[in-house]
């Protein structure tokens, strides 16, 4: 889902608004994800370097990340729930959910964005330690979500830590 937020001159496009409390608690959450990759499967570390690398990099933007990236609970009884990060050049998001199922009535999802983003605006709120908490306890149960349509070759991987 993408939305349109102004942008003004004086925003960096190549920027993301995240303040220094932000970027700490990125920095959480790309803890959590470096515990996790010993589990994930060879398809899933792929997409894994990008979210990590573009994580890094933060406040600057990653030319061609296009990633989601989550945790997902599994799903034997038709319920699950999941935590994912989705970020491109432009927007950076912390989503949760849920999906229930009864056999009854049939199911609902619910879903938000703890946190989002846009490069090049002023656009930051919600909280990052709130999908820290969904997060880890999904992590536990080692199940990966990918959905990635970046262009590896446009990512910088020359550096592991510039921030630019």
Do not use: C
């Amino acid at each position: 889902m993408s939305y349109d937020h102004d942008t003004d001159d004086d925003f960096d496009p190549d920027r993301f608004p995240l303040s220094a409390d932000d970027l700490h608690k990125i920095g959480s959450v790309i803890t959590l994800i470096r515990e996790q990759l010993i589990s994930m499967a060879p398809q899933d570390l792929k997409s894994a370097a990008v979210v990590l690398r573009a994580l890094e990099r933060l406040p600057a933007t990653t030319s061609g990340a296009e990633v989601t990236f989550g945790f997902v609970s599994p799903n034997g009884d038709g319920n699950f729930g999941w935590a994912d990060i989705s970020i491109s050049e432009s927007e950076l998001t912390l989503g949760t959910g849920q999906h229930f199922h009864d056999p009854s009535v049939g199911g609902d999802t619910e879903s938000r964005h703890e946190y989002e983003a846009y490069a090049g605006s002023d656009f930051a709120e919600g909280d990052i330690e709130q999908w820290l908490v969904a997060a880890r306890h999904l992590s536990a149960e080692g199940n990966i979500s990918v959905d990635d349509y970046s262009d590896y070759e446009a990512i910088d991987w020359s550096s592991e830590t510039d921030k630019d």
